[in-house]
């Protein structure tokens, strides 16, 4: 009677405790929604800030790569110190970096200090992500895939709805109403608190370095390892490439091409990053199941027809591709990051830091490059450059299967 006592109590024990991950899990999912619905506020500005402080399309792409730039540099190193001393309450610190910027955008009446003002965004973005994937890994119970697309999906919607809330409310009522999203930053960091709480009272769950060395490393040499890290950054840079042609500059391509408003074309960007969202949580749980290299594999070289149709549709089959890519180009990154902390256990920050960091640096540089290119060329031309770019994607081909290796 005794033993069965006790051995109910340790179900209900597990039971209480996966409840616990799963509101971890899902508060992670809300704080990243939060995070990144004012991230995406910045690209949706850019039709206003273009207007009123007359600027060009090279210097529309030097905001974002300032505020890619800031965000991407730091992550890694911020990853490679929370390996070593985790810091629970960085989260909170890192979204009072967004709160300071957000109210200094508001107030932003040059192209100088809106370039601070993006740059200290992007100091929170980059405090943020490292320590958020490593709680997100921490209460996954190894659904590692799982984990990651939930709390990618929240980063993901969240950027899909920036567009639609700038389009009714900064487009119609000017630059400076961007401080009443501020609120969502204090509601973030309230959030964050309490999660900062359940961190502090589980650190145990972080495997040692031994640890997981021994039990999780993949049988694989250190040149394969570093060949395979070395394919995944080239499969990132081609995803955040395109991704920075369309988050940049898919409201002007609109504009020019089938003389839209600058309102209507921030609502077919919320389409496309809607369909980035929706599109989100395949790529993790698919790859739990069939194993991450498949998903990369389909998930950029997949999108190939799509882009390749994309510069000589009409605006409606335009707004149909752009769901697809969305779809398909989304799921690429939760198994680009849990197949790297595979191939490199033990070291979940520093990994978490790199790909965010690269994502974020790809995404900035490819923004500054695309607008100069638009300059010299045509925006039009930008999508018919960027339209090859995910044949990149036959490079998968060169991974090992880890689940084979394993």
């Known amino acids: 009677m005794e033993t069965t006592l006790t051995e109910q109590h340790k179900v209900a024990t597990q039971q209480a405790a996966q409840n616990t ?24 500005m850019y039709p206003v800030l273009k207007d009123s402080l007359k600027l060009n399309f090279t210097q529309v792409g030097l905001i974002t790569l300032t505020f890619q730039m800031s965000a991407s540099l730091l992550q890694p190193l911020v990853g490679l110190y929370t390996d070593k001393k985790p810091q629970p309450y960085s989260l909170a610190v890192g979204m009072g970096f967004t709160l300071i910027g957000l109210v200094c955008l508001s107030l932003s009446h040059n192209f100088p200090m809106v370039l601070v003002s993006v740059g200290l965004v992007g100091v929170g973005s980059a405090v943020f992500h490292p320590e ?47 401080i009443w999203f501020s609120v969502a930053a204090l509601l973030a960091i309230v959030v964050m608190l309490n999660i900062s709480k359940w961190y502090l009272s589980n650190t145990h769950r972080i ?19 570093i060949f395979s890290l070395g394919i995944l950054l080239v499969l990132i840079f081609s995803k955040y490439f395109y991704m920075a042609s369309m988050t940049s500059y898919y409201t002007f391509y609109l504009m020019d091409r089938f003389h839209i408003s600058t309102q209507a074309s921030q609502v077919y960007l919320f389409i496309f990053l809607f369909a980035v969202a929706a599109g989100t949580f395949i790529g993790g749980p698919v790859g739990d199941r069939i194993g991450r290299k498949y998903v990369i594999w389909i998930s950029i070289l997949g999108v190939a027809p799509f882009s390749l149709l994309l510069p000589h549709a009409t605006l409606f089959w335009t707004a149909v591709l752009s769901v697809f890519i969305g779809v398909i180009l989304s799921s690429a990154f939760s198994a680009i990051l849990v197949y790297a902390q595979e191939l490199v256990p033990g070291k979940v920050g520093m990994i978490a830091g790199l790909f965010f960091g690269l994502a974020f640096g790809m995404a900035g540089v490819g923004s500054a ?35 084979k290796k394993k």
Request: hydrophobic fraction near 50%; aromatic fraction near 8%; proline fraction near 6%.
């Open 207 to 225: 495997k040692p370095k031994k640890v997981a060395l021994e039990l999780d490393r993949p049988k694989l040499s250190n040149s394969t390892v």
């Open 21 to 44: 991950v799963l509101s971890i899990l899902l508060a992670l999912s809300f704080t990243h929604f939060l995070n990144d619905t004012m991230q995406s506020l910045i690209p949706a």
């Open 132 to 178: 958020a994937s490593r709680l997100a890994h921490m209460a996954s119970g190894g659904k590692h895939g799982m984990a990651q697309s939930l709390f990618q999906v929240g980063g993901n919607a969240g950027s899909s709805l920036g567009p639609l809330l700038a389009a009714m409310v900064i487009v119609p009522f000017g630059q400076f109403h961007v």
């Open 369 to 403: 490059l695309l607008g100069r290119l638009a300059d010299a060329t045509s925006i039009a031309y930008v999508y018919q450059v960027c339209a090859y770019l995910p044949l990149i994607g036959l490079l998968t081909g060169f991974l090992p299967n880890l689940e």
